[in-house]
């Protein structure tokens, strides 16, 4: 057998090396966070596209591809969101990034050319959006995504930049024009960089060369469901756990073949299952509890007494899907909802594109969990729309936390429909179209908001009336992102800093109209003691003062950045270094005035502060 699958390596090499081509991306499709701005090409994904700009240079570059976080500093920062119970744990995506070649081909291998910080890719998948199938009259259009490569998030030393292949791939059984990218810059020490991706492939292939050598694991469609077999609930005396089927294989059977119908859970009520007949209900429901929804779904299939109890409702009061973005549609969100009806918190991110979760699909799931909902997240949801926004407000009356981040197809004025959310204590809207008034709504109408996102929302006219709105109605505010708020100035800033003095978490970076000479970082400080993060991030005129008043008046500081400034002292970096002992972050990239052989000599006397310092290569 060893023999015959190098003979089938052998043949597939040579007639790929005939055959292949070579495309750069062409395009971005979608992705899921960046460092710039949409209205600017530095430190963008869109930087993507294209042939090399930056490689064999490594280092800091703003025409590079940059994501907005990396390492772990935003999972325990105030703003951090409390994660889910049950959390796949073999899903560590973080980012993504969807890219388009010039012609479908079948791949061979894909080129990351990582410039800064490399590490962070995880997943790569290939997608097909022609693929044609049915098992009645006729054929129904969908989509399938298959997994080329998955890996573990890496920490790379060396200081040079690379070309990343991730490998061996397995063998695609379609062409493709489409590849994703997943990431995790969990263990990076500084932003990674990506410079340009490279798809190698051919335009066609043997038959006999896609084999299973290394086989990926693959999600299938039929308008909108998943192609399993068909599975009475009367059969399910004779289901049993199929062996070495992957979890999300399992999964899809567990969710599109098991029914739970009315009367079915009393005709289980069987008494031959050895020892658990013994144990208590409770008991039970404890174990499953701790186990993940895959397993959960593989459990229901052995035996009549655990079909029963992973069915359960009170299995299902969290649900994290995410991990399933691949698999979610109309069907599987229908399978659910007879298990959803004491659902708590929900979390939809990166599901449903491409037409599979439909609005009439959505609300009727939200008409089976919306009375006890308090969290949903929809990030990077393009089914989410102005009229999915109306359905949640009218039906999710005592939701708490709502996630739209980087939902790019609500128009601003949509946004007016989450002023109803009256308890809504978290709202992310990052790198979303809401405009002034429909903010303004939401401010005046959710007093107990704690934690509200408002990062790269150009549509926003003028910040400083938002800070001020602020202040005089979420009192409680504990945490704001403003990222790149061009029009916030020193009169908002200290409207803030004087009506929400709860603030444990200001994110100010890149608001450029903000300035020293002002007083405001001064006199916000002064009001805001309980400060834990602060970023100040390419403002240029944070100075020696500042940073004394971080010193003297934010002793509970943990995060600190003012990368860019030009106007700071080595005696004023030391006092916070000093006199904030909870600091654990700080980051001085480009303050011209700090020597790169201090900061080391500052990370040896300060074991406890992760100091930054970005680099770039000038030789």
Same mark, same amino acid.
């Given at each position: 057998?060893?023999?015959? %699958?190098?003979?089938?390596?052998?043949?597939?090499?040579?007639?790929?090396?005939?055959?292949?081509? &070579?495309?750069?991306?062409?395009?971005?499709?979608?992705?899921?966070?960046?460092?710039?701005?949409?209205?600017?090409?530095?430190?963008?994904?869109?930087?993507?596209?294209?042939?090399?700009?930056?490689?064999?240079?490594?280092?800091?570059?703003?025409?590079?591809?940059?994501?907005?976080?990396?390492?772990?500093?935003?999972? !325990?920062?105030?703003?951090?969101?409390?994660?889910?119970?049950?959390?796949?744990?073999?899903?560590?995506?973080?980012?993504?990034?969807?890219?388009?070649?010039?012609?479908?081909?079948?791949?061979?291998?894909?080129?990351?050319?990582?410039?800064?910080?490399?590490?962070?890719?995880?997943?790569?998948?290939?997608?097909?959006?022609?693929?044609?199938?049915?098992?009645?009259?006729?054929? &129904?259009?969908?989509?399938?995504?298959?997994?080329?490569?998955?890996?573990?998030?890496?920490?790379?030393?060396?200081?040079?930049?690379? !070309?990343?292949?991730?490998?061996?791939?397995?063998?695609?059984?379609?062409?493709?024009? /489409?590849?994703?990218?997943?990431?995790?810059?969990?263990? #990076?020490?500084?932003?990674?960089? /990506?410079?340009?991706?490279?798809?190698?492939?051919?335009?066609?292939?043997?038959?006999?060369?896609?084999?299973?050598?290394?086989?990926?694991?693959?999600?299938?469609?039929?308008?909108?469901?998943?192609?399993?077999?068909? !599975?009475?609930?009367?059969? #399910?005396?004779?289901?049993?756990?199929?062996?070495?089927?992957?979890?999300?294989?399992?999964?899809?059977?567990?969710?599109?073949?098991? &029914?739970?119908?009315?009367?079915?859970?009393?005709?289980?009520?069987?008494?031959?299952?050895?020892?658990?007949?013994?144990?208590?209900?409770?008991?039970?429901?404890?174990?499953?509890?701790?186990? %993940?929804?895959?397993?959960?779904?593989?459990?229901?299939?052995?035996?009549?007494?655990?079909?029963? &109890?992973?069915?359960?409702?009170?299995?299902?009061?969290? #649900?994290?899907?995410?991990?399933?973005?691949?698999?979610?549609?109309?069907?599987?969100?229908?399978?659910?909802?007879?298990?959803?009806?004491?659902?708590?918190?929900?979390?939809?991110?990166?599901?449903?594109?491409?037409?599979?979760?439909?609005?009439?699909?959505?609300?009727?799931?939200?008409?089976?969990?919306?009375?006890?909902?308090?969290?949903?997240?929809?990030?990077?949801?393009?089914?989410?729309?102005?009229?999915?926004?109306?359905?949640?407000?009218? %039906?999710?009356?005592?939701?708490?936390?709502?996630?739209?981040?980087?939902?790019?197809?609500?128009?601003?004025?949509?946004?007016?429909?989450?002023?109803?959310?009256?308890?809504?204590?978290?709202?992310?809207?990052?790198?979303?179209? !809401?405009?002034?008034?429909? /903010?303004?709504?939401?401010?005046?109408?959710?007093p107990e908001m704690e934690h509200l996102n408002l990062g790269s929302c150009t549509t926003?006219?003028n910040y400083d009336d938002v800070a001020i709105n602020l202040g005089n109605y979420c009192?409680?505010?504990?945490?704001?992102?403003?990222?790149?708020?061009?029009?916030?100035?020193?009169?908002?800033?200290?409207?803030?800093?004087?009506?929400?003095?709860?603030?444990?978490?200001?994110?100010?970076?890149?608001?450029?109209?903000?300035?020293?000479?002002?007083?405001?970082?001064?006199?916000?400080?002064?009001?805001?003691?309980?400060?834990?993060?602060l970023f100040l991030t390419a403002n240029r005129t944070v100075c020696d003062r500042d940073?004394?008043?971080?010193?003297?008046?934010?002793?509970?500081?943990?995060?600190?950045?003012?990368?860019?400034?030009?106007?700071?002292?080595?005696?004023?970096?030391?006092?916070?270094?000093?006199?904030?002992?909870?600091?654990?972050?700080?980051?001085?990239?480009?303050?011209?005035?700090?020597?790169?052989?201090?900061?080391?000599?500052?990370?040896?006397?300060?074991?406890?502060?992760?100091?930054?310092?970005?680099?770039?290569?000038?030789?």
């Amino acid at each position: 057998m060893l023999i015959l %699958e190098k003979m089938v390596e052998c043949t597939r090499y040579e007639f790929n090396k005939r055959n292949e081509v &070579h495309h750069f991306a062409q395009e971005v499709i979608d992705f899921s966070s960046q460092y710039g701005s949409d209205t600017s090409i530095s430190y963008t994904i869109s930087n993507l596209a294209g042939q090399c700009n930056i490689y064999p240079s490594y280092g800091d570059y703003t025409q590079a591809a940059v994501f907005r976080t990396y390492g772990h500093w935003w999972k !325990i920062c105030p703003s951090a969101p409390r994660p889910f119970r049950q959390t796949l744990r073999s899903f560590v995506s973080k980012d993504f990034i969807e890219l388009s070649f010039k012609e479908k081909v079948f791949p061979i291998k894909i080129e990351i050319y990582e410039t800064y910080n490399p590490g962070a890719l995880v997943r790569v998948l290939a997608c097909d959006t022609s693929c044609r199938f049915g098992k009645t009259k006729g054929s &129904h259009t969908g989509v399938r995504w298959f997994v080329l490569w998955s890996g573990q998030p890496q920490y790379d030393v060396s200081s040079k930049a690379s !070309i990343f292949i991730p490998g061996p791939l397995s063998s695609c059984p379609f062409p493709t024009d /489409l590849i994703r990218l997943e990431f995790n810059s969990c263990l #990076l020490e500084y932003y990674t960089e /990506l410079d340009a991706v490279c798809l190698v492939g051919c335009k066609t292939t043997e038959p006999c060369l896609i084999s299973d050598i290394n086989s990926g694991d693959e999600v299938t469609y039929t308008n909108g469901s998943f192609e399993s077999l068909d !599975i009475e609930s009367k059969d #399910l005396d004779n289901i049993a756990c199929p062996r070495k089927l992957p979890s999300s294989e399992l999964f899809t059977r567990g969710l599109v073949q098991l &029914h739970l119908q009315d009367g079915l859970s009393a005709a289980l009520d069987t008494f031959d299952n050895g020892y658990f007949d013994v144990l208590p209900q409770e008991v039970i429901q404890l174990i499953i509890s701790y186990l %993940e929804l895959p397993s959960i779904c593989c459990l229901a299939m052995t035996c009549q007494l655990f079909y029963k &109890h992973c069915y359960d409702p009170m299995q299902y009061i969290e #649900l994290d899907l995410q991990p399933f973005w691949p698999k979610m549609s109309d069907l599987s969100l229908s399978d659910l909802c007879s298990r959803c009806t004491k659902l708590q918190r929900v979390n939809l991110s990166w599901c449903g594109n491409r037409g599979m979760i439909s609005l009439n699909g959505f609300k009727k799931f939200l008409s089976v969990c919306s009375v006890d909902l308090v969290c949903l997240r929809l990030a990077c949801c393009s089914f989410v729309d102005g009229a999915v926004l109306q359905c949640i407000a009218s %039906e999710c009356v005592n939701l708490q936390e709502l996630d739209l981040h980087c939902c790019r197809r609500i128009v601003s004025n949509a946004f007016a429909h989450v002023s109803k959310l009256k308890k809504l204590q978290r709202f992310v809207a990052y790198r979303t179209s !809401i405009d002034s008034s429909s /903010l303004m709504a939401i401010i005046r109408s959710c007093p107990e908001m704690e934690h509200l996102n408002l990062g790269s929302c150009t549509t926003i006219q003028n910040y400083d009336d938002v800070a001020i709105n602020l202040g005089n109605y979420c009192r409680v505010l504990k945490s704001l992102d403003v990222w790149r708020a061009k029009t916030l100035t020193d009169i908002g800033l200290k409207a803030l800093g004087a009506g929400c003095q709860q603030l444990e978490e200001l994110d100010a970076g890149w608001c450029t109209d903000l300035h020293s000479g002002t007083g405001c970082f001064v006199e916000f400080t002064q009001n805001c003691s309980r400060l834990k993060k602060l970023f100040l991030t390419a403002n240029r005129t944070v100075c020696d003062r500042d940073l004394e008043a971080v010193a003297k008046y934010c002793r509970h500081l943990q995060q600190l950045d003012i990368l860019g400034t030009r106007e700071v002292s080595i005696q004023a970096i030391l006092r916070v270094l000093n006199e904030c002992k909870e600091l654990q972050f700080l980051d001085l990239s480009f303050c011209s005035g700090i020597e790169s052989s201090l900061i080391e000599i500052w990370k040896q006397k300060f074991p406890h502060v992760s100091i930054k310092r970005s680099y770039q290569d000038i030789s």
